[in-house]
């Protein structure tokens, strides 16, 4: 369902005079929460501005296919985790030499970079869930972190219902498990 | 799971999000350049590849034109349709033609085109 807010945005860019600035009115309604998601997926900074750029670029050149069955930020947040999603694909095939693992890249990540504001208890949850199978890791950054309900989490990732509960639940199984494993104190 | 902290420890630099715009806007217009880049040099190689191939077809090249030309004109003369004045009204050179056959014909039977004092008696 989308919003009257979101409506008049697209009345704006649906007119050629007027699309650019519509469009950039649609990038700071959205930006933050967009670049949030992205983040989380594929960790470090650099990349998520990367994804996030192409991100927005697909969304200006497809804005005419957009249904409006489905609010905005749904149809923003489906382009960003499938950009992220394949993003971090490309990643794999690029070291497909055993030499450097992008997953060990991003544990790095997070205990040296500037943009990373956290505890250790933190940061440590962040790298079990970077074990999780990266779908998974996404469905459980949806539900968790974001507080999307399933039927918006099945709209953006095209995945049903069931489906969804079921890899959330295991997800959380598996945090769990990981946490007594190594025996993190104040969890 | 409710022990697990919900806080969000990914940030952004300072002033990311007031330069975005700006920079997703430079990126299309760079993207659009490039696409375009893109389809004129596919279409010069399309261009190109095709003088290329007609260039290459057998047959009009000069030194297999002349010889399937010779070879027209035997089977022409072979087959009876072109008689030899027809083949010397056809050729550039039709008198340097008729001394090539005199030549010929008159060393068949031995006499010498230029004969000395010696063997022309009268």
Redesign the interface.
């Known amino acids: 369902m989308i919003s009257q807010d979101d409506l008049e945005l697209l009345e704006l860019i649906k007119n050629p005079a007027t699309k ?1 600035k519509g469009f ?1 009115m649609l ?2 309604k959205y ?2 929460r967009v ?2 998601i992205i ?2 997926i594929v ?1 470090i ?1 650099e990349d ?2 990367d994804v ?2 192409n991100t ?2 697909k969304a ?1 050149r497809n804005i005419r296919k957009f249904k409006e069955e489905s609010s905005l930020f749904t149809w923003l947040y489906r382009i960003a985790t499938n950009e992220s999603l394949n993003f971090l694909e490309k990643k794999k095939k690029y070291y497909f030499l055993p030499l450097t693992d992008h997953q060990k890249v991003m544990e790095d990540y997070l205990d040296s970079s500037p ?4 505890d250790d ?3 440590s ?2 790298k079990i869930m970077l074990k999780l199978p990266e779908k998974q890791r996404l469905v459980f950054n949806l539900k ?2 974001e507080e999307l309900s399933y039927e918006e989490i099945s709209q953006i990732t095209d995945t049903s219902i069931g489906a969804l509960k079921a890899s959330y639940h295991h997800a ?1 199984k598996k ?2 498990n990981h946490i007594k494993t190594e025996g993190i104190q104040g ?1 | ?1 409710k ?11 300072e002033g ?2 007031e330069s ?2 700006d ?3 430079r ?2 217009k760079t ?1 659009q350049q490039q696409r375009l880049i893109v389809r004129i040099a596919a279409a010069a190689v399309f261009i190109i590849g095709m003088v290329l191939f007609s260039v290459r077809q057998p047959g009009v090249n000069e030194g297999n034109f002349q010889s399937l030309y010779d070879q027209e004109v035997e089977l022409y003369i072979n087959s009876g349709i072109w008689d030899a004045e027809d083949v010397l009204l056809l050729a550039e050179n039709p008198d340097e033609l008729l001394d090539d056959i005199i030549i010929e014909e008159w060393s068949a039977y031995g006499i010498d085109e230029h004969p000395t004092e010696e063997e022309f008696p009268y």
């Open positions: 650019d950039k990038m700071e930006q933050r670049y949030g983040r989380k960790v900074h998520a501005d996030l750029q927005f670029l200006y943009y990373i504001n956290g208890i933190q940061r949850l962040q968790y972190y959380v945090i769990e969890l | 799971m022990k697990i902290p919900k806080h969000n420890i990914y940030t952004a630099p990311y999000f975005l715009t920079r997703v806007f990126r299309k993207q």
